[in-house]
């Protein structure tokens, strides 16, 4: 009972229970894809933190080494990303990196993990999954899934291969689904629609124009969609917590 009462205390933090909706702030990427892809960029995690605060998002997604530094003067709540790769890898596999049990140590309200739906390691990272949800379980952790498609010869945002990779992701019991926006709202309301018995979020994608953005955070609320966990498009522009803002008055359907 404990452990059911602390899950849902933490998911009450991830997503609003009277509004049913997130927004959560990604930061995973100088792990993904390497500091030098953000040249130019101040990538000190706690600016990053600042951002999701002060544009009052619910939580920000951190490897554990950033949570803890940023833990020492930050009050955003966190999600602890226990999976990884680099990009130096030619393997398209995420391993797990550290444990539900340290997230709960550094006070996480959630843990999140990758699975690169139809990539040919994808047997490892669905053992991996129910190995952490397991962990999971046993301490009333919610699990957040990047639900991500890679097949061979098609491209990551394929709306039947996000469709698929949503789903599997519902099916096998994550309690938030994250994957990409597949580019229009109608394809995306399929994906909601496919997995309409867990909150489904979408990925903010590489950095569009402010306007361009905000549209396609329209369009993805508009499909049913829970809320985004937004990485670039937010802590690579020097307004980024007033575009977080903007983005929250969308998700939570505050207009002015
Ligand atoms: P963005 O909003 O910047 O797309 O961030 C979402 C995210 O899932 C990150 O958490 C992750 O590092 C990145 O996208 C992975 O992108 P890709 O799968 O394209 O490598």
């Known amino acids: 009972m404990r452990k059911l009462m602390k899950k849902a205390w933490r998911l009450n933090k991830i997503i609003e229970p009277n509004k049913k909706r997130c927004l959560l702030v990604a930061f995973d990427h100088a792990v993904e894809h390497g500091p030098y892809e953000y040249e130019g960029i101040n990538i000190d995690p706690l600016r990053i933190a600042k951002i999701a605060q002060e544009g009052m998002a619910n939580a920000l997604i951190v490897h554990p080494g950033a949570a803890r530094y940023i833990k020492k003067s930050c009050g ?9 790769r680099t990009s130096l890898s030619p393997k398209i596999v995420q391993s797990i990196t550290s444990t539900v049990e340290e997230a ?51 491209k990551k945002d394929d709306p039947r291969i996000v469709r698929y990779a949503a789903r599997l992701g519902a099916e096998l019991g994550v309690d938030i689904v994250k994957t990409y926006y597949t580019g229009s709202k109608e394809s995306f309301m399929k994906v909601v629609q496919d997995s309409n018995f867990v909150p489904v979020v979408a990925a903010g994608g590489e950095e569009k124009s402010e306007l361009e953005f905000l549209n396609m955070v329209r369009d993805i609320i508009d499909a049913g969609a829970s809320g985004l966990a937004v990485g670039r498009n937010v802590w690579k522009r020097d307004n980024g917590s007033l575009v977080l803002k903007q983005i929250r008055r969308i998700v939570f359907g505050v207009y002015e």
Not at 76 to 84: D, E, Q, W
Not at 109 to 115: E, K, L, N, W, Y
């Open 104 to 154: 709960e140590y550094l006070g996480a309200v959630g843990v999140a993990c990758t699975v690169y739906v139809g990539s040919e390691e994808e047997d490892r990272m669905l053992e991996n999954l129910a190995f952490i949800k397991r962990e999971c379980l046993k301490r009333g952790m919610p699990i957040i899934g990047f639900m991500y498609p890679r097949v061979k010869g098609k």
């Open 76 to 84: 955003i709540p966190l999600i602890i990303k226990i999976t990884g």
